[in-house]
């Protein structure tokens, strides 16, 4: 039997191989399909994260307004329901709730975004705006839409 470092014969006569080397290579191919899987997903998924009250928000030229932390919304929707936040809440509890928020908040001078949508009464958002302004909230503002056109 040859020596010749491949096989070598061994006393039960069983040849013994050499073993392979360590493959030190890191095989990328899996990790980027799976992040263009992931890349995908968050894709189509991110349009139905946007919730709330749907509301068609007239339209006007005005600026935004800056803000660094979530602001309160009520809304009121075309059938005339009044929701804070996104929970709807009757008209008669909502100063109370709103006061409640803005302790908890440990600020008196919250700014209010009240938003109506187009069809609804206009008696049905000023109702609203009235509750706010005669419980003491004086930073009311009207959130619409930028003026498409013109």
């Known amino acids: 039997m040859g020596a010749n470092g491949s ?23 899996p990790f980027v399909d799976v992040m263009l899987v992931l890349l995908i997903i968050f894709m189509v998924s991110a349009p139905l994260l946007t919730v709330g009250v749907p509301i068609d928000l007239p339209q006007t030229q005005a600026k935004a307004l800056d803000q660094d932390r979530e602001p309160l919304t009520v809304s009121v929707n075309g059938k005339g329901q009044v929701f804070l936040q996104n929970s709807e809440i009757k008209v008669e ?24 949508d187009r069809k609804v009464d206009y008696g049905t958002v000023m109702r ?6 005669a419980a003491g909230f004086h930073r009311v503002a009207l959130v619409t839409e930028v003026e498409q056109g013109s």
Request: aromatic share 2%.
């Open 93 to 116: 509890d909502l100063v109370a709730k709103l006061e409640a928020i803005t302790q908890a908040r440990g600020g008196t001078d919250e700014r209010i975004y009240v938003r109506g």
């Open 7 to 29: 096989a070598q014969a061994t006393p039960a006569g069983r040849r013994r191989h050499r073993r392979r080397s360590v493959m030190s290579e890191i095989n990328v191919t």
């Open 128 to 133: 609203v705006m009235g509750r706010l302004s």
